[in-house]
């Protein structure tokens, strides 16, 4: 016979009761630990020319984005189409395009609703969108494809006149997006071949298409003109029946008499008055094809530069994902006399008094250089540097990667050709380590800068910690299948550079600590030196 619930043995009671609160906990930790997930509509959104539009985008689990960093862009141009931050809409990087045409959903964002919404389309805003969202240790993205279009007007024929031993017939229609088919059909239905097709943009980015077909007696029944949308799947058709007389005045003889006739009654003043005017516009068509040569190559130059950039960047926010943060420590064995390393080598400071150490073939002797412990040759990796001091704007430092194989004797050439990408800052003016120099703008100077690693993608990226904003991105950096470690390089009394650990469990808690001073270590390898001086 069974016992009634709360009764029976009491070793088993418990048992399962620390069951139950273990079942529990996990759960909770679970939930806690879950990562943001950006999930879009995973089909196009199709809407018109003219109407509005909601993008769709959501979290998934449902969660509150009020106090998160959502950010719409577009993925051709990675420009900021609608920027969100916690509870405040920022416009000042959005595209002109989209001023005061974009609203996000502020109702829905409670439910982790991420929607915005495009009022009065236009067909540049045809294409793909990335919906980001980020908060201080996570990030994740979805692509959401707008597809636009508008029907335009019905065809409009007319007669060209005799060619070719039948009637020139005539086709436009405008007000399409996008660009759309235009077809000839006669009265069974059978497609007739186009001579010529034309079409243009209007300054709305609306198309206009035009063309024509030599009609012949041997076409029966009325020509029909079709313009159609593939995107859209309608068209418009407008039919036209030319009498049997129109062919009967296309005979060859009558073309050959009218030509001689026209050639008589031209002078030859007005032969040769014709012939300059031509000649002059010959010139004048010519000096315009290459000017806009020139403009279509320029064109393409900027696309690529755009495209390159863009794929640049999307190459370092997949790269800056929690689970590609690596803990960084520092090689004392690579450092330089005159570096001091804290005891957890984490940290580094410059002192004018050199250490004793052993000068081994591992040691930098003339720059004041040090490398990372950490060697890598594929996937993606990041880690945060902080520089901290008295004094900062009138410091010399130097952060970046560095080839395993990098010369540490002697003067080095700091610069990709040496086997170093790096960006540094030297009193007042922060620049790449290119070769030359490419000078960096940015106000303020960042002090805690994120350094992304993409083997694969063989990238060095340089972040600013505080606001997310590109310093600096080296493409196609030649690493020639060698390992690749962290570099660093001090040359200011007062300042440390600071290795924070930027795992998604701790990044919270660093943004806002300080760094511990290096301490004088017991080892005589990291000990005070002499007073020998570089």
């Known amino acids: 016979m069974g016992l009634p619930w709360g009764c029976g043995h009491p070793n088993l009671t418990g048992h399962a009761r620390g069951l139950l609160i273990s079942l529990v906990t996990l759960l909770l930790l ?41 950010r719409w862009i577009r993925d051709e141009f990675s420009e900021t189409v609608h920027h969100y931050r916690n509870g405040e809409d920022l416009y000042g990087e959005q595209m002109g395009a989209y001023a005061g045409r974009t609203e996000l959903a502020r109702d829905g964002l409670s439910a982790g609703s991420l929607d915005l919404r495009i009022t009065g389309l236009r067909p540049s805003d045809d294409g793909q969108y990335v919906c980001t969202v980020k908060n201080v240790d996570a990030y994740d993205e979805a692509i959401v494809e707008l597809e636009l279009s508008a029907t335009g007007t019905d065809p409009h024929l007319s007669l060209g006149g005799y060619e070719a031993g039948g009637v020139r017939v005539l086709c436009r229609s405008a007000g399409w997006y996008p660009l759309p088919q235009l077809l000839w059909r006669d009265a069974r239905g059978q497609h007739l071949p186009s ?85 002059a516009q ?45 803990k960084v420590t520092l090689d004392p064995d690579t450092a330089h006399r005159g570096l001091v390393l804290s005891e957890a080598f984490s940290s580094v400071r410059w002192e004018s008094e050199w250490q004793q150490v052993p000068d081994t073939p591992e040691r930098f002797d003339c720059r004041c250089c040090v490398l990372g412990h950490e060697e890598f040759r594929e996937g993606r990796h990041w880690w945060e540097v902080e520089v901290e001091g008295e004094g900062v704007e009138y410091s010399c430092w130097a952060v970046g990667v560095a080839r395993a194989s990098v010369k540490r004797k002697g003067l080095l050439n700091m610069s ?69 470690r962290p570099w660093f390089l001090l040359w200011t009394q007062g300042i440390q550079l600071c290795l924070r650990d930027s795992t998604p469990q701790t990044l919270f808690l660093a943004l806002g600590g300080s760094c511990s001073s290096p301490a004088t270590p017991a080892s005589p390898l990291l000990g005070p030196a002499g007073a020998a001086q570089e």
Request: hydrophobic share 45%.
């Open 195 to 279: 001579v010529s097709e034309t079409h243009s943009q209007d300054q709305e980015g609306l198309f206009e298409i035009e063309g024509a077909v030599i009609v012949t007696g041997s076409v029966e029944g009325p020509l029909s003109c079709v313009v159609r949308s593939s995107r859209l799947q309608q068209e418009r058709k407008f039919s036209l029946h030319i009498a049997a007389p129109f062919f009967h005045n296309a005979q060859p003889w009558m073309v050959a008499l009218a030509l001689v006739l026209v050639l008589l009654s031209v002078s030859i003043g007005l032969g040769v008055y014709l012939f300059l005017k031509k000649a």
């Open 30 to 70: 679970r939930l806690g630990s879950a990562q943001l997930r950006v999930v879009g509509p995973g089909h196009p959104v199709t809407a018109t020319v003219g109407q509005d539009v909601v993008l769709p985008c959501h979290l998934s689990p449902q969660r509150d984005a009020r106090t998160l960093d959502v």
């Open 282 to 326: 010959s010139r004048e068509l010519a000096a315009k094809k290459d000017a806009k040569l020139v403009e279509q190559a320029a064109e393409i130059e900027e696309k690529a530069v755009i495209l390159e950039k863009h794929a640049a960047e999307l190459a370092w926010r997949r790269c800056l994902l929690p689970q590609n943060t690596v």
């Open 416 to 484: 990709p050709e040496g086997g170093i990408w790096a960006v540094q800052y030297d009193e007042g003016q922060l620049m790449s380590l290119t070769s030359p120099r490419t000078p960096l703008s940015l106000s303020p100077v960042p002090t805690r800068i994120w350094v992304c690693l993409d083997c694969t993608q063989q990238q060095v990226s340089f972040i600013n910690a505080d606001n997310w904003v590109e310093i600096f991105t080296f493409t196609a950096a030649s690493f020639n299948g060698e390992s690749i």
